[in-house]
Protein backbone atom coordinates (compact mmCIF):
# COMPACT_ATOMS: atom_id res chain seq x y z
CA UNK A 1 0.00 0.00 0.00
CA UNK A 2 1.15 3.66 0.06
CA UNK A 3 3.07 5.43 2.88
CA UNK A 4 4.56 7.39 4.12
CA UNK A 5 7.69 7.42 7.10
CA UNK A 6 9.10 10.07 9.04
CA UNK A 7 11.79 10.59 10.92
CA UNK A 8 10.95 10.38 14.55
CA UNK A 9 10.81 12.93 16.55
CA UNK A 10 10.95 15.07 18.83
CA UNK A 11 13.42 17.35 17.33
CA UNK A 12 15.03 20.23 19.40
CA UNK A 13 17.89 22.26 17.54
CA UNK A 14 19.74 25.67 18.35
CA UNK A 15 18.69 28.84 16.35
CA UNK A 16 20.84 29.37 13.34
CA UNK A 17 21.60 25.01 12.71
CA UNK A 18 20.71 23.45 9.95
CA UNK A 19 17.81 21.01 9.71
CA UNK A 20 17.11 17.90 7.91
CA UNK A 21 13.83 15.98 8.41
CA UNK A 22 13.77 12.35 6.70
CA UNK A 23 10.82 11.86 4.71
CA UNK A 24 10.45 8.36 2.69
CA UNK A 25 7.88 6.61 1.15
CA UNK A 26 6.46 4.29 -0.57
CA UNK A 27 3.48 4.22 -3.71
CA UNK A 28 2.65 3.17 -6.87
CA UNK A 29 2.84 5.30 -10.00
CA UNK A 30 4.45 8.32 -9.68
CA UNK A 31 2.50 10.50 -6.50
CA UNK A 32 2.78 14.23 -5.42
CA UNK A 33 4.56 15.37 -2.69
CA UNK A 34 4.06 18.15 0.14
CA UNK A 35 5.69 19.82 3.41
CA UNK A 36 2.93 20.47 5.89
CA UNK A 37 3.71 22.80 8.77
CA UNK A 38 1.61 23.04 11.97
CA UNK A 39 1.81 25.51 14.47
CA UNK A 40 0.98 25.41 17.89
CA UNK A 41 -2.92 25.30 18.56
CA UNK A 42 -3.52 26.05 14.45
CA UNK A 43 -4.70 23.98 11.19
CA UNK A 44 -2.20 22.49 8.39
CA UNK A 45 -0.54 24.95 6.20
CA UNK A 46 0.63 23.95 2.71
CA UNK A 47 4.93 24.44 2.62
CA UNK A 48 6.04 23.35 -0.21
CA UNK A 49 5.31 20.26 -2.60
CA UNK A 50 6.91 18.49 -5.89
CA UNK A 51 4.61 17.18 -8.81
CA UNK A 52 7.61 15.14 -10.45
CA UNK A 53 11.21 13.85 -9.75
CA UNK A 54 13.59 16.08 -9.61
CA UNK A 55 11.73 18.81 -8.94
CA UNK A 56 12.66 20.51 -6.03
CA UNK A 57 10.07 22.80 -3.97
CA UNK A 58 10.93 25.96 -2.14
CA UNK A 59 9.14 28.58 0.15
CA UNK A 60 10.57 30.67 3.44
CA UNK A 61 13.77 29.06 3.23
CA UNK A 62 13.25 25.48 3.37
CA UNK A 63 13.71 23.22 0.76
CA UNK A 64 13.24 19.60 0.14
CA UNK A 65 14.00 17.69 -3.56
CA UNK A 66 11.58 14.84 -5.13
CA UNK A 67 13.92 11.42 -5.33
CA UNK A 68 12.82 8.72 -7.05
CA UNK A 69 15.42 6.43 -6.99
CA UNK A 70 15.63 6.91 -2.71
CA UNK A 71 11.87 7.03 -2.59
CA UNK A 72 12.86 10.14 -0.90
CA UNK A 73 11.67 14.19 -0.20
CA UNK A 74 13.96 14.68 2.92
CA UNK A 75 12.81 18.59 4.57
CA UNK A 76 15.62 21.22 4.99
CA UNK A 77 16.70 24.46 5.61
CA UNK A 78 20.15 26.38 5.97
CA UNK A 79 19.56 28.32 9.16
CA UNK A 80 16.48 27.56 11.21
CA UNK A 81 14.79 29.83 13.90
CA UNK A 82 12.36 30.08 16.86
CA UNK A 83 9.75 30.67 15.02
CA UNK A 84 10.17 27.73 12.91
CA UNK A 85 8.91 25.47 15.73
CA UNK A 86 5.94 23.90 14.78
CA UNK A 87 4.92 19.90 13.48
CA UNK A 88 5.80 19.01 10.07
CA UNK A 89 3.86 16.36 8.06
CA UNK A 90 5.21 14.67 5.11
CA UNK A 91 2.63 13.67 2.59
CA UNK A 92 1.75 11.80 -0.84
CA UNK A 93 -1.09 12.09 -3.22
CA UNK A 94 -0.69 9.18 -5.50
CA UNK A 95 -2.10 10.92 -9.26
CA UNK A 96 -2.70 13.94 -9.25
CA UNK A 97 -6.73 14.89 -9.05
CA UNK A 98 -6.81 11.99 -5.80
CA UNK A 99 -8.00 12.65 -3.15
CA UNK A 100 -6.69 11.14 -0.42
CA UNK A 101 -3.54 12.56 1.17
CA UNK A 102 -1.33 9.90 2.91
CA UNK A 103 0.25 11.91 5.93
CA UNK A 104 3.77 10.59 7.47
CA UNK A 105 3.27 10.35 11.34
CA UNK A 106 4.82 14.12 11.88
CA UNK A 107 7.71 15.73 13.29
CA UNK A 108 7.74 17.95 15.95
CA UNK A 109 10.40 20.94 15.66
CA UNK A 110 11.77 23.11 19.02
CA UNK A 111 13.98 25.55 18.09
CA UNK A 112 15.77 27.28 20.85
CA UNK A 113 17.24 30.59 21.21
CA UNK B 1 -6.24 34.78 -0.88
CA UNK B 2 -5.92 30.62 0.07
CA UNK B 3 -8.15 30.67 2.88
CA UNK B 4 -10.37 27.91 4.29
CA UNK B 5 -12.64 29.77 7.51
CA UNK B 6 -13.92 27.70 10.41
CA UNK B 7 -16.24 28.45 12.42
CA UNK B 8 -16.74 27.79 15.78
CA UNK B 9 -12.96 27.91 17.27
CA UNK B 10 -13.90 26.27 20.35
CA UNK B 11 -16.76 24.03 20.89
CA UNK B 12 -17.94 22.16 23.76
CA UNK B 13 -21.05 19.78 24.12
CA UNK B 14 -22.43 16.98 25.96
CA UNK B 15 -22.89 13.74 24.84
CA UNK B 16 -27.05 14.37 24.05
CA UNK B 17 -26.50 18.03 22.07
CA UNK B 18 -26.64 18.54 18.55
CA UNK B 19 -24.70 20.90 16.74
CA UNK B 20 -22.36 21.62 13.49
CA UNK B 21 -19.24 22.86 12.30
CA UNK B 22 -18.70 25.19 9.72
CA UNK B 23 -16.67 25.47 7.02
CA UNK B 24 -16.35 28.19 3.95
CA UNK B 25 -13.59 29.23 0.99
CA UNK B 26 -13.83 31.34 -1.72
CA UNK B 27 -11.30 30.21 -3.37
CA UNK B 28 -13.69 28.56 -6.18
CA UNK B 29 -12.36 25.14 -5.19
CA UNK B 30 -14.59 22.07 -6.04
CA UNK B 31 -13.16 19.32 -3.54
CA UNK B 32 -13.66 20.14 0.27
CA UNK B 33 -12.58 17.58 3.47
CA UNK B 34 -13.33 17.17 6.60
CA UNK B 35 -10.48 15.55 9.09
CA UNK B 36 -10.18 14.61 12.27
CA UNK B 37 -6.84 15.10 14.65
CA UNK B 38 -6.32 13.57 17.71
CA UNK B 39 -3.11 15.05 19.82
CA UNK B 40 -0.05 13.93 18.47
CA UNK B 41 -0.95 12.45 15.47
CA UNK B 42 -1.38 13.17 11.37
CA UNK B 43 -4.80 14.23 10.36
CA UNK B 44 -7.27 11.19 9.69
CA UNK B 45 -9.19 11.76 6.62
CA UNK B 46 -13.52 11.41 7.09
CA UNK B 47 -15.10 12.64 4.19
CA UNK B 48 -14.77 14.45 0.89
CA UNK B 49 -17.06 16.53 -1.47
CA UNK B 50 -16.65 16.90 -5.16
CA UNK B 51 -18.42 18.97 -7.25
CA UNK B 52 -21.01 19.35 -4.46
CA UNK B 53 -21.35 15.11 -4.16
CA UNK B 54 -20.40 13.11 -1.06
CA UNK B 55 -17.44 11.20 -3.10
CA UNK B 56 -15.42 9.28 -0.31
CA UNK B 57 -16.64 8.49 3.65
CA UNK B 58 -14.16 7.03 5.50
CA UNK B 59 -16.62 4.54 7.65
CA UNK B 60 -17.45 7.36 9.57
CA UNK B 61 -20.38 6.76 12.46
CA UNK B 62 -23.22 7.85 11.67
CA UNK B 63 -23.58 10.38 14.47
CA UNK B 64 -21.42 12.75 12.03
CA UNK B 65 -23.10 14.00 9.09
CA UNK B 66 -21.69 15.94 6.22
CA UNK B 67 -23.46 18.46 4.42
CA UNK B 68 -22.33 20.52 1.27
CA UNK B 69 -25.08 23.52 1.01
CA UNK B 70 -23.60 25.11 -2.27
CA UNK B 71 -20.11 24.58 -3.89
CA UNK B 72 -18.14 27.46 -1.01
CA UNK B 73 -20.01 25.95 1.94
CA UNK B 74 -19.30 22.85 3.91
CA UNK B 75 -21.15 21.84 7.08
CA UNK B 76 -20.36 18.89 9.78
CA UNK B 77 -23.30 18.12 11.92
CA UNK B 78 -22.68 16.40 15.00
CA UNK B 79 -25.17 14.20 17.14
CA UNK B 80 -24.77 11.90 20.14
CA UNK B 81 -21.26 11.87 20.37
CA UNK B 82 -18.87 10.18 22.73
CA UNK B 83 -15.83 11.66 24.76
CA UNK B 84 -13.62 10.05 22.19
CA UNK B 85 -14.67 12.24 19.78
CA UNK B 86 -12.94 14.81 21.17
CA UNK B 87 -10.83 16.44 18.78
CA UNK B 88 -9.25 19.21 16.28
CA UNK B 89 -11.70 18.73 13.39
CA UNK B 90 -9.81 20.54 10.38
CA UNK B 91 -11.72 21.48 6.91
CA UNK B 92 -9.71 21.52 3.61
CA UNK B 93 -10.56 22.78 0.33
CA UNK B 94 -8.26 21.96 -3.48
CA UNK B 95 -9.09 22.70 -6.78
CA UNK B 96 -9.45 20.18 -9.13
CA UNK B 97 -6.80 21.48 -11.36
CA UNK B 98 -3.36 21.80 -11.59
CA UNK B 99 -1.28 21.26 -8.39
CA UNK B 100 -4.44 19.42 -6.22
CA UNK B 101 -2.39 20.84 -2.80
CA UNK B 102 -5.19 20.92 0.46
CA UNK B 103 -5.65 24.34 1.81
CA UNK B 104 -6.32 23.73 5.66
CA UNK B 105 -8.73 25.83 7.45
CA UNK B 106 -7.48 26.78 11.11
CA UNK B 107 -10.05 24.21 12.66
CA UNK B 108 -12.63 23.72 15.24
CA UNK B 109 -11.39 22.35 18.95
CA UNK B 110 -14.07 19.76 19.82
CA UNK B 111 -14.49 18.56 23.60
CA UNK B 112 -17.11 16.27 24.52
CA UNK B 113 -18.19 15.92 27.81
Known amino acids: GNSVTQMEGPVTLSEEAFLTINCTYTATGYPSLFWYVQYPGEGLQLLLKATKADDKGSNKGFEATYRKETTSFHLEKGSVQVSDSAVYFCALQVRPGAQKLVFGQGTRLTINP | DTEVTQTPKHLVMGMTNKKSLKCEQH?????MYWYKQKAKKPPELMFV???????INESVPSRFSPECPNSSLLNLHLHALQPEDSALYLCASSSQGAGYEQYFGPGTRLTVT
Open chain 2, 49 to 55: YSYEKLS
Open chain 2, 27 to 31: MGHRA
